[in-house]
């Protein structure tokens, strides 16, 4: 363990923008559902002294030990929990934690470098090794390879497309099956070759890798990600504080669609049809969004850290509903 917590180098995104947003104070209380190597965590912990908490959540044990070395060097003075879990479980694990309420809530999606870099993990079709793709390996059952090998041709097609935004998800999906009565998909490169050859010549050129969108949505699939981030944001905004501000980075269209949904849901008043004379729905606002655009990482950023990129950046502050 102690190798692969030396690995652990992920610089992290739009760090200011997401201090700044944030603004987290002394005395107050931050939780990070993507503490990763805890680059924003250690950041937004300067901030809390000397009497604030830091909750930091990551379902990767590898992610866990590097975050708490770093938290325990940058910031000894700082009261830390960290906690082993899912960040679509938030009820469950600030409940067990008896975390009172939060201040701030910070989403950084997706990956993290070490997880693409470390082969073995199984997220990369630049290296070979099993096809796994779990965040928190030994935890639950389903790995890439049984999505692959064990799903129907039609419910390949649906993830591929819907996950991964993937043109040829139809042919990709047709490939895997016949390459699968063959003999069983068992590693990435085997999936990427395939990939590959399910897709026309003159769609390679562009676009990055070939088996890029296929791999993410795969990825999306086996850790539902899609479902553990609507329940975290709803999660998560039931318990800030009034006044609290929550900050979620996205990085591609899909988790960027679903955190402005549910952001734009909550921030909704009244919706009782218009020739309706009193409100009979109830409907209150309980956010209000601060970002009517998303903000992105700066040209010095995307040079420097070319994973910024595709960044999105959305924050929300808690309203006080008390008296409504
Ligand atoms: C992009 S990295 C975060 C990096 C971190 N902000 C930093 O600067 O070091 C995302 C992290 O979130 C974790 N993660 C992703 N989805 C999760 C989920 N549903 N529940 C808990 N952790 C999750 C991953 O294991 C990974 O460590």
């Known amino acids: 363990m102690d190798a692969l917590k030396q690995e652990y180098l992920h610089v992290p ?18 939780c990070d559902c993507t ?3 805890a680059g924003h965590s250690a950041a937004l912990a300067r901030r809390l002294a000397p009497d604030g908490l830091l909750v930091g959540i990551d379902q990767d044990d590898m992610a866990l030990n590097a975050a708490r070395d770093r938290l325990d060097n940058e910031n000894p003075s700082v009261e830390k929990v960290l906690l082993k879990g899912n960040f679509g479980d938030l009820d469950d694990l600030l409940v067990k934690a008896e975390i009172p309420g939060v201040d701030c809530f910070l989403f950084d999606l997706g990956v993290s470098s070490p997880q693409l870099d470390i082969g073995e993990r199984g997220f990369s079709y630049h290296e070979d090794a099993p096809l796994d793709m779990r965040m928190n390996p030994g935890e639950h059952n389903t790995t890439a390879a049984e999505v692959v090998n064990n799903y129907s041709e039609a419910d390949l097609a649906r993830v591929l497309r819907t996950y991964g935004d993937e043109r040829h998800a139809r042919a990709i999906a047709r490939r895997i099956v016949m390459e699968r009565q063959k003999e069983p998909i068992r590693t ?17 050129r562009h676009g990055g890798h070939p088996a890029r969108k296929s791999f993410q949505a795969i990825r999306i699939e086996v850790n539902h990600e899609m479902e553990a981030l ?5 999660a ?47 409907h209150v606002p309980i956010i209000k969004v601060n970002t009517k655009r998303p903000l992105v990482a700066s040209e010095e950023e995307v040079a420097l850290n070319p994973r910024s990129r595709s960044a999105l950046l959305r924050v929300a502050t808690k309203l006080d509903t008390s008296d409504v």
């Open 236 to 282: 998560a905004v039931r318990w800030l504080n009034p006044g609290g501000r929550i900050a979620v980075i996205s990085y591609h269209s899909l988790e960027d669609r679903m955190v402005k949904h549910v952001f734009s849901e909550m921030a909704q008043g009244c919706i009782c049809p218009p020739d309706m004379p009193v409100c009979v729905c109830g």
């Open 230 to 234: 609507d329940r975290g944001l709803r």
């Open 188 to 204: 990435t490169l085997r999936l990427a070759q395939i990939v590959r050859d399910a897709i026309p010549a003159r769609d390679r």
């Open 13 to 30: 995104v739009l760090l200011e923008e997401v201090v700044r947003e944030l603004d987290p104070q002394p005395g107050q209380i931050v």
């Open 35 to 37: 503490l990763g190597g």
